[in-house]
């Protein structure tokens, strides 16, 4: 432990033992038990903690003796004695003299009035969790009564120390059944499992929900031979709760087999397969989804279960084609799914089941397809003739051919929720495959949704990345790398509908439609049809028309679009990219708003780093009004921008590649162009002012900022290694730094002349760079968030500390 806070430690021992003092909140008290168990772990034992320190115990004494003591003290004492007694060794030390009997047991906090308080309770709960680490503890329980409060606290209002009381009950089970080979259960274990017994088959749910989740925390955590026994004795109780109508507690029954599967050797004979098939004919449709999803996701699992797990997994989707009387979507189902008149009754029962349960379907499926134990043949067509149709559904536009259907488009129509799960499962969808007839389905209906004037901007957003990842995966045609004529046709009428959408009232409209331009340009920009297609529209002009939208979120996406846009020599600037330029350096110089500043110096970035950009190559003055600009921003996210921005041109004008941005990042071998001679490309960086922009920079007070522009500064350094012997002949240090507080503190403006080569390689050379990194590579809170500085603002909010002594934080 440091000195310091060995120091400080007695004085805040007497603090918390002290009634009439403020205590401090249970943030601190948090901060301060996570640092006793460091220190633990960190010695090795708790025993040389209390040697050390005896105002520890002193503390833990005057808490079984003063029961003035708040709530939040004593819930503190409980975890911290419960702490240091995890090792057998340091719980003999507070053994002597009954002090941890004094603590927890019927003299102890069961017995005073804090008990009332659930943090007591808690507390009490979590000591013995952390205590009952080895066998000693156990005789110690034993002692105590501790089980039997357990049992009670199963039940406490306390939702908190309820689950607490549940995993202590799975820990002491555990704990006791260590190393046991035998089917004899050890007293100890036999008491507990008695009591499991008896909870499963209460009446009451509550009691059987309570031994559900002790049993599933047992097998999540456990592996040892003792649990086959153990699910094999329980496993005809699990059973018999299938035999009631309804099932209690059916969610925490499918967490429980999910463990059991988990955890069990299912190569076995314990009837665990049988017992999810069965379970999976019982449960209702809302909790059958899970148990099936997790079935599939199982590494080792029968054929046939995991059959009738995807067809009841899918038979909601099911009773969708069904009551639109669509046979074919019908084809390629798994047997059994459809003709289910249980899942038809809760889709038609309310509203909220009805969505409920389509947006659970929808979820599980979406989870399922990306894995590779999936189940095959997956069922595009079916899939996306479902999913089709519950969009068509939700926006009104089904007809009502059946009364199943009608219900149905009654109880769905306008219903968000599903709108946006189904787009989302539609656009994972678009990788795959899928009849002409199908695929001409889906653009029609993202049309409709596109056109939509009722559509909501959230359903809006989540259409356009459907209809995106549509176009990115429909099919090329056999002559050229391009999109087919469907798809062709599709683009067409959704440039028509985004147009539309730019014009919108709605700010969130009119961005997720340039977010949607920005993404498509990114993707499509080397397609012909693509870039046709927008050459023949308005929709470059409208998106350079918002670059004046009065919402800067607007603006930034704007920004974003156009500079994608502009990559592939669609500007929609008057100006080309030209102009496109100058508006940018003015956004960058005026624009009162970050979102857009941020933008706007990404874009520069990007068109530096991107070989398609034409204006890659920017005159140097336009690199000096960019990065003057940035460094005079007062947000710090441009200013890193900026440094971005001079780490790409410092490698283009030295002709090397650009360090990673991730100092772990694999750095791909790339053919460097020749490098110009050092003395031009020294000339060449000072007039741009990379230098004055990098050295202001290095004191920037947001350390990201400073940190970027160190890394920068050591790479201008390695790089001109070869010119550094005209660096003894710069200013003297003290000049430079001079010099540098002057253009941190502005009185110096970035552009009143140029840094010579000679001032910037004896800066470069002159200041301490290596230590300069290794300072702001420490983390920015190393001080204020040290246990030291706990102890002293613990101290300090009691008064018993130097005024102004405490840090901030």
């Known amino acids: 432990m440091d000195p310091e806070c060995s120091r400080l430690l007695p004085a805040l021992c007497a603090l918390l033992a002290d009634p009439r003092q403020p205590v401090a909140d249970d943030t601190c008290l948090e901060k301060l038990l996570d640092w006793f168990k460091a220190v633990t772990e960190k010695a090795g034992s708790s025993v040389l903690l209390l040697q050390d320190h005896p105002c520890l115990l002193d503390l833990l004494l005057h808490v079984t003796h003063d029961p003035g003591l708040s709530d ?52 009490w709960v979590q000591g013995l969790r952390s205590l009952a680490r080895h066998p000693c503890a156990l005789d110690f329980l034993d002692v105590l009564g501790a089980v039997d409060t357990v049992f009670s606290l199963q039940g406490d209002p306390s939702l908190f120390v309820a689950s607490a009381a549940d995993q202590l009950l799975a820990q002491l089970l555990a704990l006791s059944l260590q190393g046991s080979q035998s089917a004899a259960w050890p007293p100890r274990a036999l008491r507990i499992v008695t009591h499991l017994e008896e909870s499963l088959r209460s009446s009451a749910t509550q009691q059987v929900t309570q031994a559900l989740h002790v049993l599933t925390t047992v097998f999540g955590h456990s592996h040892e031979p003792w649990i086959q026994a153990l699910w094999a004795q329980l ?34 004979d314990v009837g665990l397969w049988e017992v999810m098939a069965q379970t999976l004919n019982c449960l209702s449709p809302t909790h ?69 349960l389509l947006c659970r379907t929808l979820a599980h499926v979406e989870l399922l397809q990306p894995l590779l134990q999936r189940p095959e043949p997956w069922p595009q067509a079916p899939l996306l003739a479902a999913t089709l149709t519950v969009l068509r559904l939700c926006d009104g536009s089904a007809e009502p051919l059946s009364d199943v259907k009608g219900r149905l488009g009654a109880l769905l129509v306008g219903c968000v929720r599903v709108q946006r799960v189904a787009l989302d499962f539609l656009a994972t969808l678009a990788p795959g495959t899928g009849p002409p007839e199908l695929v001409a389905r889906v653009f029609a209906v993202l049309l409709e949704y596109l056109q939509s004037p009722d559509c909501s901007p959230t359903v809006l957003k989540k259409t356009f990345q459907a209809a995106l990842g549509w176009l990115v995966g429909a099919p090329e045609t056999a002559s050229c790398h391009d999109l087919d004529p469907s798809a062709q046709l599709f683009l067409g009428g959704l440039l028509r509908a985004l147009q539309k959408r730019l014009l919108s009232p709605s700010w969130e409209v009119r961005d997720s439609g340039l977010e949607f ?73 005026t624009d009162s708003d970050s979102f857009p500043r941020r933008a706007a110096m990404q874009v520069l970035t990007q068109w530096a780093r991107d070989s398609r950009a034409s204006g890659a190559a920017h005159p140097e003055p336009l690199v000096a009004r960019a990065l003057q600009a940035a460094g005079r921003d007062v947000d710090w996210e441009v200013r890193a921008q900026g440094l971005e921005l001079a780490q790409v041109l410092v490698a283009q004008t030295l002709g090397v590649p650009s360090p990673p941005p991730c100092p772990y990042a694999p ?28 050295f202001r920079a290095l004191l920037d ?77 420490a983390s920015s809170d190393h001080t204020e968030r040290s246990a030291r500085s706990l102890l002293q603002d613990m101290l300090a909010s009691a008064g018993t500390w130097g005024e102004n002594e405490a840090d901030c934080y």
Do not use: N
Request: charged letters at 15%; glycine letters at 8%.
């Open 517 to 589: 331009l920005s993404q498509a340009a990114r993707r499509l920009g080397g397609q012909a049809s693509f870039t046709q297609a927008l050459l023949t529209s308005e929709t470059p002009a409208l998106a350079h028309q918002l670059l004046q939208d009065p919402e800067s979120y607007v603006r930034a996406s704007a920004v974003t679009a156009l500079g994608q846009l502009s990559s592939w020599g669609l500007h929609g600037a008057p100006g080309g990219q030209q102009g496109l330029l100058e508006e940018l350096l003015h956004i960058l110089a």
């Open 235 to 268: 496993s005809p109780l699990v059973t018999s709760l299938l035999e009631e109508d309804p099932i209690p507690a059916a969610h925490a029954l499918v967490d429980l087999l999910l463990s059991v599967a988990r955890s069990l050797d299912c190569g076995s």
């Open 288 to 356: 059958a989804g899970p148990l099936a999803l997790g079935v599939l996701k199982l590494q080792e699992c029968p054929q046939a279960l995991r059959v009738q797990a995807f067809s009841i997994l899918l038979r909601p989707l099911a009773c969708v084609l069904e009551a639109a009387v669509d046979s074919t979507g019908l084809e390629g189902l798994p047997a059994g799914t459809a003709g289910d008149s249980a899942t038809v009754a809760t889709l038609l029962s309310s509203k909220a089941a009805c969505a409920g």
């Open 667 to 694: 750095a791909l071998p790339v053919a460097a162009p020749r490098p110009p001679p050092a003395q031009e490309a020294l000339e060449a960086l000072c007039r741009m002012h990379i230098f004055h922009f990098a």
């Open 72 to 123: 939040r003290v004593m819930s503190f004492a409980l975890r911290l004695a419960g702490l240091l007694a995890a090792e057998e060794s340091s719980f003999q030390c507070l053994q002597q003299g009954d002090l941890l009997l004094q603590l927890f047991g019927e003299g102890g906090a069961p017995s005073q009035a804090g008990w009332a308080a659930p943090s007591v309770r808690s507390g």
């Open 701 to 777: 007070c947001d350390r990201p900022v400073a940190r970027k522009s160190c890394a920068l500064l050591l790479f201008l350094k390695a790089r001109t290694a070869p010119l550094a012997p005209e660096a003894a002949d710069g200013p003297e240090p003290t000049a430079l730094e001079a010099t540098l507080q002057g253009w941190q503190a502005g009185e110096q403006d970035l552009l009143q002349g140029d840094l010579e080569p000679k001032a910037a390689l004896a800066a470069l050379w002159a200041l301490d760079l290596d230590g300069l990194q290794d300072t702001l590579a």
